[in-house]
């Protein structure tokens, strides 16, 4: 298995609803990151966790809440989000070793209304 | 980390090589340069990297100067599925795990 596979793809959210997105890999990578992409911009990491543990948060609102439960998975708990945070959500992993190039999921298209 | 300097876009004719260049003229030693694409409304997708040496993979190879000033991602023989943003992207082999993208050259493949 050599993907990064998000759910769900397509998410219409309202600015009081809560909802979780995930990720899932299973190349035993043990870096995981969550990246942010808004229309014809470049990716924007959020965060990054190593070994299950967040070793980054690129200074996200705390309505944006990560969690990495074991190795394999890697959520993003979404709460009292704004329209502004509409925009393509990416997960990618990568071996530890810096050399090594990351994987990517296809993400998930959010909607905030 | 290095930034990077890429045309924001670039035409190629399908069939024939295309040569996408970037420019890193602040790279340290410890820095590899490393290539993604992203095909519209997909994720981005490692292609290649390297430190010093040139090198070639089944999609594409990797052109450094001797200076490691700059780069060319080499397609062979382009394809109308190569229509892509195309990251160059110079990155530390230590310290934190963080992979930063700039702003990519949107390449367009023309029959």
């Known amino acids: ?113 | 980390d290095a930034k990077t300097t890429q045309p924001p876009s670039m035409d190629c004719a399908e069939g024939r090589a295309a040569n996408l260049p970037c420019n890193h003229s602040t790279i340290s030693g410890n820095e590899y340069v490393y290539w993604y694409r992203q095909i519209h409304s997909q994720g981005p997708q490692y292609i290649i990297h390297g430190l010093k040496n040139n090198e070639t993979n089944e999609m594409a190879s990797l052109i450094i100067t001797e200076d490691r000033k700059s780069s060319t991602l080499i397609l062979p023989h382009a394809t109308l599925r190569d229509t892509a943003v195309y990251y160059c992207i110079v990155r530390a082999s230590y310290g934190n795990n963080r992979l930063a993208f700039g702003k990519g050259n949107q390449v367009v493949v023309i029959p």
């Not at chain 1, 870096?31 to 996200?60: C, D, G, H, R, T």
């Not at chain 1, 530890?96 to 999921?105: D, L, R, S």
């Open chain 1, 1 to 113: 298995d050599t993907e990064v596979t998000q759910t769900p793809k397509h998410l219409v959210m309202g600015m009081t609803n809560k909802k979780s997105l995930k990720c899932e890999q299973h190349m035993g990578h043990r870096a995981m990151y969550w990246y942010k992409q808004k229309a014809k911009k470049p990716p924007e990491l959020m965060f990054v966790y190593s070994y299950e543990k967040l070793s980054i948060n690129e200074s996200v609102p705390s309505r944006f809440s990560p969690e990495c439960p074991n190795s394999s998975l890697l959520n993003l708990h979404l709460h009292a989000l704004q329209p502004e945070d509409s925009a393509l959500y990416l997960c990618a992993s990568s071996h530890q070793a810096k050399e090594h190039g990351y994987t990517f999921g296809s993400g998930t298209r959010l909607t905030v209304v």
